[in-house]
């Protein structure tokens, strides 16, 4: 039996600070119609979708930040975007600033804020969601950066692990997905956590700024797109799986977003990209059986992996130096 899924990666132009809810849920309910009439089953929009990236906007007192947010989902202002999920019959792949009243770690209930993403299927029901783990910046401002990314400041890490979902049978041809977002697609380990479980498509998005910004050295413009890509490549062949993987892009406020949406096949091919600095749509069909290839040869993790011998990957979060070579 074929299984083919058709995905679409909604790529997003620019959220200006002064743009409300408002103008980006309109824009991604036109995203929504044109994705639909091009045969896509599967949205995918960028990180923190519903707003400009503020965490490069500082508050002194976080709570003056919770207009970026959502308590709710659906709420008023995101309503019209889950009728079209609906009315379009599609499944979604939502990343939002969440705010979350939930006991933490110590089982103090208290307000919670995470960098999120969800997937919402067809009928608007949330059936999957992810917290980003991997929080790039910083906490405090920095006077010494060209510009502020503060999403250690106003995220905590994500804390729901990376989850992977298989679609009920009769739906989405059964796909097994997961998400990520943003930073974590340059982290292997994220993807293999979501290998491990047989994920056959990532959804992720992200909001990637076209220069370095950390005032630390010079990184060439067009090297910011190769290792994006290059990390969502490597993670699909190394995992023999699909990734879906979009942007925000352009000039938000005069800080400019690199764009470069991309759809990866298991064997780490681009099958269809972003050209543009605008709302954008790039689609694919997707032939889940393309997964088999490398889960039952190269990457037969069950045949080859050797967990035995990753002692430093979960002992530690730094490097450690190596024993010095004793010459003799
Ligand atoms: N939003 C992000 O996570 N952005 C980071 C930037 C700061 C490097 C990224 O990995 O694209």
């Avoid at 994705?35 to 965490?55: D, S």
């Avoid at 379009?88 to 209930?109: K, M, S």
């Avoid at 890490?157 to 340059?186: E, H, S, Y």
Wanted: with cysteine; proline share 5%.
């Amino acid at each position: 039996m074929n299984r083919t899924l058709t995905v679409a990666a909604a790529q997003m132009g620019p959220l200006q600070k002064s743009d409300g809810r408002d103008v980006a849920v309109a824009r991604m309910v036109r995203l929504l119609e044109q994705a639909h009439h091009r045969g896509a089953e599967v949205v995918v929009f960028p990180e923190l979708a519903l707003t400009t990236f503020f965490p490069r906007w500082y508050h002194e007192d976080l709570d003056e930040a919770d207009q970026w947010y959502e308590s709710a989902l659906p709420s008023p202002a995101t309503a019209p975007l889950f009728a079209a999920i609906r009315r379009l019959r599609l499944t979604v792949y939502l990343g939002y600033a969440e705010i979350a009243h939930e006991p933490d770690e110590h089982g103090v209930l208290r307000k919670r804020r995470f960098n999120t993403s969800v997937v919402i299927g067809p009928d608007g029901e949330i059936v999957l969601k992810y917290r980003k783990i991997h929080l790039p910046g910083h906490v405090e401002y920095a006077p010494n950066r060209r510009v502020q990314h503060l999403e250690k400041r106003y995220f905590e890490v994500g804390n729901l692990g990376f989850p992977v979902v298989r679609a009920p049978a009769g739906r989405l041809d059964g796909v097994n997905m997961g998400m990520l977002i943003c930073n974590d697609r340059r982290w292997p380990e994220s993807w293999r956590e979501l290998g491990m479980q047989q994920v056959e498509l990532v959804m992720l998005g992200y909001n990637t700024p076209s220069l370095n910004m950390e005032n630390r050295g010079f990184e060439a413009h067009h090297l910011r797109v190769f290792h994006s890509e290059l990390s969502v490549q490597a993670g699909c062949y190394q995992n023999a799986c699909f990734a879906v993987a979009v942007a925000k892009a352009g000039s938000e406020d005069g800080h400019e977003l690199q764009g470069h949406s991309i759809i990866v096949n298991p064997q780490g091919e681009v099958m269809a990209r972003t050209t543009r600095w605008v709302d954008e749509l790039a689609v694919a069909d997707c032939d889940l059986d393309m997964c088999r290839l490398g889960r039952e040869t190269i990457f037969n993790f069950a045949a080859h992996r050797r967990p035995e011998a990753y002692t430093h990957l979960t002992a530690h979060a730094g490097s450690v130096a190596p024993a010095v070579w004793s010459p003799k």
